[in-house]
């Protein structure tokens, strides 16, 4: 097996025993890309080979003289273009930011480097993040390393792809309606959205800021939970950062009587019955270790894509005004004073479905408008929450199908926006309720495409989700 | 309210021109969704608090002290027309 189709803990341990040195690691993996990457596209940048080989000769040279070396140490992570990189050029996958480098990195990528891994590069995703299947980046389509006639999902789909096609070992992504959990689906991987909080989002590129958190993607659950632990902590520069203790137990064993919540409403029509069926197979293991499936209802499900599109267009609207062409980003070339350079800086600068999301956004913030659409959401929001928070008394965790089909064809559904935004169904609740998410490998179809289950719980609860992903992991 | 969604107006306020061809396709396509959306008012929220964001934070402020921040140079330095370390836009007052 090569070393760029191992898990980090396997790569961790041949370190250790100096079966392989980090400098092989990163060899392996670059060739890797090199052979993959004309086929699947993943990364808008991937960082000057001889570069990462030094970073990688360091630490293994760290390891030699017997000095401390982080927990990620000399591990390769891709990371998506919306985290600020230093030096780096970080385009969110947006004309608007194609000459951008920032002056800082996101506290997450500083995070990763003080644990000693090695920033790869900067992976593609929908431009801003919005999207579902990575289709709408400016700068390049990225295909499913499963079959390339088919889509990863998005937005983190260049984070997905670029784990389940070995061209890293690790990558960070950020979800905002499920972006990180349905392309985990799609290819394959895990995908863990922490809950809202529990990683910084300084640096994070914002799109809807009460709904965006950053995570991690990885080949198992127990590389999953390393670099969760590595990126999950309190940071001063983040408003929203959540002063809590560390994680702990994530590998440990799951409950003896574990209570998962099955809700009615997410196994209806719309579900592709082999989708069903490998999410129905997931619970019934669990259940023939020990574990109870209780029946839950979560009555205002129907009303979560609305609320959440009102909710995200709107926080995009306000967050993109900054795109105005004076300080960073593109300018556009045409004359004219100073609201001419504007909109004509944001109309040449930005996509479709970045004018559409703030188009939208603006008419539901716009004076009239505002009650009928914002508010209502803001208020509906409470009640999805109420719905989960009485659920979690009969339940540990809730599992669920992360999308309602496997990957599909690119282009299938590019002429549609309002059949995109359905493929998001059952994933944007997470971000409204705020609670931890991963999307755990559970079964593939008769296309040969990967299917995910999702586990969800309360806020804070990711050693418990962590623990019942480990069990199934083991079980399929 | 879809029927009355006037896009070149709203595009307008977001300081985005459309052309005749992507009024029309936007348009529709904002009708659409605004027309699912819709299902939103079948909801009786009288009386239910509002959910801004999901931490339990408020007006979290740092200590009003003086601490290292970009350079000039640095924060100059992604900017698409500068002149005497000062960005560089249209007049704006006349």
């Known amino acids: ?41 993943a990364f ?87 999207g579902s299947t990575t289709e709408n980046s400016a700068m390049q389509t990225t295909r499913n390393p499963w079959n390339t006639d088919y ?28 972006s990180i959990r349905q392309p985990a689906s799609y290819c394959g991987v895990v995908g863990l959205k922490p809950t809202y909080g529990r990683v910084s989002r300084y640096g994070l590129i914002a799109y809807a800021s009460s709904l965006d958190q950053v995570g991690a993607l990885a080949r198992n659950v127990e590389d999953a939970a390393l ?22 137990g994530l590998l440990s064993d799951p409950p003896a009587r574990l209570r998962i919540g099955v809700p009615k409403e997410f196994f209806g029509p719309g579900l592709d019955a082999e989708v069903q069926e490998a999410v129905e ?16 209802s979560l009555p205002h499900t129907e009303y979560a894509i609305p609320i959440y599109y009102i909710i995200a267009c709107a926080e995009a609207s306000s967050n993109l005004a900054r795109y105005d062409g004076c300080k960073y980003g593109y300018r556009t070339k045409s004359e004219g004073n100073v609201i001419d350079m504007m909109t004509a800086s944001r109309t040449e600068g930005f996509g479709e479905e970045v004018k559409r999301r703030i188009i939208l956004g603006t008419y539901v913030l716009s004076s009239g408008y505002h009650d009928a659409y914002y508010n209502k959401a803001a208020k509906a929001r409470t009640l999805i929450r109420r719905d989960y928070d009485e659920a979690y008394r009969d339940c540990d965790v809730i599992m669920h199908p992360v999308a309602p089909t496997p990957a599909f064809k690119i282009g299938e559904k590019t002429s549609d926006p309002l059949a995109m935004y359905l493929v998001d169904i059952y994933s944007v609740i997470a971000n409204l309720t705020g609670s931890p998410a991963m999307s755990v490998p559970c079964g593939m179809s008769r296309g040969g495409l990967p299917i995910g289950v999702q586990i969800t719980g309360p806020a804070l609860s990711e050693p418990l989700l962590f623990r019942v992903a480990y069990q199934l992991e083991g079980l399929t | 309210m879809p029927g009355n969604f006037d896009v070149q107006y709203v595009a307008r306020l977001a300081r985005i021109a459309l052309t005749p061809a992507e009024q029309e396709k936007f348009g529709a396509q904002l009708s ?22 999901t931490v339990p934070l408020v007006n979290v402020a740092r200590p009003d002290e003086v601490r290292p921040s970009l350079t000039n140079e640095e924060a100059l330095r992604n900017a698409p027309a500068k002149a005497n370390g000062l960005f560089v836009v249209p007049k704006i007052v006349e």
């Open chain 1, 1 to 41: 097996m090569k070393l760029a189709a191992m898990t980090a803990g396997r790569l961790k341990a041949m370190l250790a025993r100096k079966e392989a040195s980090c400098a092989d690691i990163m060899r392996s993996v670059l060739d890797e890309i090199e052979k993959r990457e004309p086929s699947v596209r």
């Open chain 1, 227 to 248: 670099l969760f632990s590595v990126l999950a902590g309190h940071d001063p520069k983040d408003s929203t950062s959540l002063d809590v203790a560390s994680p702990e």
């Open chain 1, 281 to 296: 197979k997931a619970m019934s293991a669990l259940a023939s270790h020990g574990a109870q499936l209780v029946r839950i």
């Open chain 1, 151 to 178: 889509v990863p999902g998005g937005t983190s789909g260049g984070s997905a792809a670029a784990v389940a096609a070995h061209e890293t070992i690790l990558a960070l992504g950020s979800d905002t309606g499920g």
């Open chain 1, 44 to 130: 808008i940048t991937v960082r000057d080979p001889a570069d990462l080989l030094r970073e990688a000769e360091k630490v293994d040279q760290r390891v030699l003289r017997g000095q401390p070396v982080g927990p990620l140490a000399g591990l390769p992570v891709a990371v998506k273009d919306n985290l600020c990189t230093q030096g780096l050029r970080t385009t969110c996958a947006s004309k608007m930011l194609a000459d951008f480098v920032p002056p800082y990195d996101a506290t997450v990528v500083q995070r990763v480097k003080e644990a000693d891994g090695i920033i790869l590069g900067k992976t593609n995703m929908d431009e801003f993040a919005m």
């Open chain 2, 32 to 53: 659409h969704i605004l027309g699912y959306i819709e299902k939103l008012n079948q909801l009786d929220v009288a009386g239910i608090e509002p959910t801004a964001h």
